[in-house]
């Protein structure tokens, strides 16, 4: 009797470990390998946008700490209008004076505020002095602090073809938000949800349902979201981001971030409208991060608008990966090197990312599978000189201790099982070699 319980239970364990965070994704932050994405851009034969000439802003206070979503506003000598733009949560701005319309203006005036507008500092950039980095440093009186509030907008595509992402969602979305809320202690987090599906599908083009601080509303909006209409691109994304953006997002002094799920690019025509939807996200401090579902890597205008949209707003491209083996396929990305993980780890990385302004890396032994020469979100780095990168060091202290009852909930099943195997075999065994039982004589 023990062994067959102990084989069951053996099991349970085990498979109730393997169910956890099924889907897995890599990601790229194509600011940290920019001369790759120029390359891709240029290989895809459809350049988007020209970002070639970008310049890297960095704020920090007076002791060197990352003034996070620092305001900025940068005029030209004989211009009247100015260009206003947020800093991330790593006190990081990154300037396209071409898209920005600076080109051509060799000297930059920019005005460097706290996210609550109580101190500011005026600097002059010469791009024509700019190093081979082209790296700027500002520092902004005062001290520096962690942002204290996050707003996560779900900007979802619900067609046909998304019946994985959306059934995953549902499953894991409050466990995963729920971690969150317990390692951000004092920080204030509202959940959004947008969904969108095909101009030409059925019911609706876009349904907002804005902001909420409750969880288990959060989860409500998600029980009722169903994949429905065509299963061909293109889809409304345009539609769906201005639906988005125009919530009531909380501003600077949040960490405002906008989870873009899908698995097609906007129409061809409609690719303008969408561009400009990214640059008013831009503007007002909001990183989008796409995750890139089914095979939409396999779609060149596809990939390109998602990385492109993570580019321009400072957060990264993500994508689904077939190594949990479930789902519809997914497309190899253009990108040399990632690792993979599961995706409720790189999701509560990403929000941890934004609330600290340090990049968090995984574990590893929470990486599944690495591409490439990785190193810290970087292609063919160099090793540290001494020690573990801050962001990994970070992430080991923060997502290991987490992981452990899982990891021995897994020991356990295993050392059962293989107990009960064991025990059974020896039973047999002994049974063989006594033989069958005989009868005493009455």
């Known amino acids: 009797m023990w062994n067959v319980f102990g084989l069951a239970l053996g099991l349970l364990l085990v498979s109730s470990s393997a169910l956890a965070g099924q889907l897995t994704a890599g990601d790229v932050d194509d600011h940290l390998n920019f001369d790759d994405y120029l390359d891709f851009i240029d290989a895809a034969g459809l350049p988007l946008l020209d970002l070639s000439d970008r310049i890297t802003i960095r704020i920090s206070d007076s002791s060197g700490r990352p003034f996070s979503h620092a305001k900025v506003s940068i005029t030209a000598s004989g211009r009247r209008d100015a260009a206003s733009l947020v800093a991330g949560a790593d006190g990081v701005l990154r300037l396209f004076p071409a898209l920005d319309g600076f080109q051509g203006n060799a000297i930059l005036t920019l005005k460097v505020q706290a996210p609550d507008g109580s101190m500011t500092t005026i600097s002059e950039l010469d791009t024509g002095a700019l190093g081979p980095e082209r790296e700027y440093a500002v520092v902004l009186p005062g001290q520096a602090h962690a942002p204290q509030a996050l707003d996560l907008m779900v900007v979802l595509d619900t067609t046909g073809s998304m019946g994985d992402e959306i059934g995953y969602l549902k499953e894991e979305f409050q466990a995963i938000a729920a971690r969150i809320l317990d390692e951000s202690p004092g920080v204030e987090?509202?959940?959004?949800?947008?969904?969108?599906?095909?101009?030409?599908?059925?019911?609706?083009?876009?349904?907002?349902?804005?902001?909420?601080?409750?969880?288990?509303?959060?989860?409500?909006?998600?029980?009722?979201?169903?994949?429905?209409?065509?299963?061909?691109?293109?889809?409304?994304?345009?539609?769906?981001?201005?639906?988005?953006?125009?919530?009531?997002?909380?501003?600077?002094?949040?960490?405002?971030?906008?989870?873009?799920?899908?698995?097609?690019?906007?129409?061809?025509?409609?690719?303008?409208?969408?561009?400009?939807?990214?640059?008013?996200?831009?503007?007002?401090?909001?990183?989008?991060?796409?995750?890139?579902?089914?095979?939409?890597?396999?779609?060149?205008?596809?990939?390109?608008?998602?990385?492109?949209?993570?580019?321009?707003?400072?957060?990264?491209?993500?994508?689904?990966?077939?190594?949990?083996?479930?789902?519809?396929?997914?497309?190899?990305?253009?990108?040399?090197?990632?690792?993979?993980?599961?995706?409720?780890?790189?999701?509560?990385?990403?929000?941890?990312?934004?609330?600290?302004?340090?990049?968090?890396?995984?574990?590893?032994?929470?990486?599944?599978?690495?591409?490439?020469?990785?190193?810290?979100?970087?292609?063919?780095?160099?090793?540290?000189?001494?020690?573990?990168?801050?962001?990994?060091?970070?992430?080991?202290?923060?997502?290991?201790?987490?992981?452990?009852?899982?990891?021995?909930?897994?020991?356990?099943?295993?050392?059962?099982?293989?107990?009960?195997?064991?025990?059974?075999?020896?039973?047999?065994?002994?049974?063989?070699?006594?033989?069958?039982?005989?009868?005493?004589?009455?």
């Open 189 to 442: 987090i509202r959940f959004g949800l947008t969904a969108y599906r095909d101009r030409s599908g059925p019911e609706f083009i876009t349904r907002p349902y804005g902001f909420t601080s409750s969880l288990d509303t959060m989860q409500e909006w998600l029980g009722e979201m169903a994949s429905q209409g065509n299963h061909d691109w293109p889809e409304a994304v345009e539609d769906g981001l201005r639906d988005a953006l125009s919530a009531d997002w909380r501003g600077y002094d949040a960490s405002q971030v906008l989870l873009l799920v899908g698995d097609a690019p906007p129409y061809p025509e409609r690719m303008a409208a969408a561009l400009d939807l990214v640059h008013q996200g831009r503007n007002a401090g909001i990183r989008i991060y796409p995750l890139g579902a089914s095979d939409i890597a396999t779609d060149p205008m596809g990939e390109q608008f998602f990385r492109a949209a993570a580019v321009l707003t400072q957060g990264r491209y993500l994508f689904l990966t077939d190594d949990s083996g479930l789902g519809n396929p997914h497309g190899e990305p253009s990108i040399r090197c990632y690792v993979v993980t599961d995706l409720d780890n790189l999701l509560r990385r990403v929000v941890q990312s934004e609330l600290t302004g340090l990049r968090v890396e995984p574990a590893p032994e929470e990486v599944l599978r690495t591409v490439g020469g990785y190193r810290a979100g970087m292609c063919d780095a160099p090793a540290p000189s001494s020690g573990v990168a801050p962001s990994a060091s970070l992430a080991q202290g923060m997502v290991v201790a987490d992981e452990a009852p899982t990891l021995f909930l897994l020991i356990v099943g295993i050392v059962i099982v293989v107990t009960g195997i064991a025990s059974a075999v020896y039973v047999g065994q002994r049974r063989q070699r006594a033989g069958p039982k005989r009868r005493d004589a009455r």
